[in-house]
């Protein structure tokens, strides 16, 4: 499966950003999507995850801010963003756990006035 994020760009504090994952297979509408990012100089963190039941979970870093939703029509899953703050750059990675653990190349989110 292929996946492919798009969406990230350079925002200011408190601004907002959507990112997009398409998925090249309908497989991805029977499989929990998560969400990673990675800050600059530091290790790959789970940011939120929507199950194949459309329910959403998040990190505590991101709760409230973050709004995870999924499109089986269109096998894409968006990470609606508001609020962000500059520790939330890094480049963010759509990732499909199974039945393959498929990851996209990621999009680069700058959060920065």
């Known amino acids: 499966v292929q996946l492919v994020e798009s969406g990230g760009g350079l925002v200011q504090p408190g601004g907002s950003l959507r990112l997009s994952c398409a998925a090249s297979?309908?497989?991805?509408?029977?499989?929990?999507m998560n969400w990673y990012r990675q800050p600059p100089g530091k290790g790959r963190e789970l940011v939120a995850t929507?199950?194949?039941?459309?329910?959403?979970l998040y990190a505590d870093s991101v709760k409230g801010r973050f709004n995870l939703s999924r499109d089986d029509d269109k096998n894409t899953v968006y990470l609606q963003m508001s609020s962000l703050k500059p520790e939330d750059t890094g480049v963010y990675y759509c990732?499909?756990?199974?039945?393959?653990?498929?990851w996209g190349r990621g999009t680069q989110v700058t959060v920065s006035s």
């Open positions: 990732n499909l756990p199974r039945p393959i653990d498929s």
């Open positions: 297979e309908s497989i991805f509408k029977w499989h929990d």
């Open positions: 929507i199950s194949s039941a459309g329910i959403p």
